[in-house]
């Protein structure tokens, strides 16, 4: 079992940065896919970006390439992303996930086995 617990949500203006953090407790994140997703309201929640457990393979989402970046540090049992250029519509509620298995990557949410409880951004124009 693994728990996620996501932190740097918050408001900031259209152009800003922010940095999001999610750690893992009760599993080493080595073993682990990661990913982050958001959810707008009234949408559904949908794929930002992946990494792999070894730390070799990345996937992002068209929308954010060029602008964010995921990282993690398996020594603290965290996974980053961070976020540039930001503009309105990244705003949602951000979740970390994760994905059994030290060389699994995806970017299907139904592929994940554990979520944190989300961190909200808002982006103001």
């Known amino acids: 079992q693994v728990e996620l617990s996501e932190s740097g949500g918050g408001l900031v203006q259209a152009g800003d940065s922010l940095r999001l953090s999610c750690v893992a407790s009760?599993?080493?994140?080595?073993?682990?896919?990661v990913g982050w997703f958001r959810q707008a309201p009234g949408k559904e929640r949908e794929f930002v970006a992946s990494l792999s457990g070894t730390g070799l393979v990345t996937r992002l989402a068209d929308s954010v390439k060029g602008r964010f970046t995921i990282s993690r540090d398996n020594a603290k049992n965290t996974v980053s992303l961070q976020m540039n250029a930001l503009n309105p519509d990244d705003t949602g509620v951000y979740y970390c996930?994760?994905?059994?298995?030290?060389?699994?990557?995806?970017?299907?949410?139904?592929?994940?086995?554990?979520w944190g409880q989300g961190t909200q951004v808002t982006v103001s124009s």
């Open positions: 009760g599993r080493a994140l080595s073993n682990y896919g």
């Open positions: 996930a994760a994905q059994v298995g030290h060389f699994t990557i995806s970017t299907v949410r139904e592929a994940f086995n554990y």
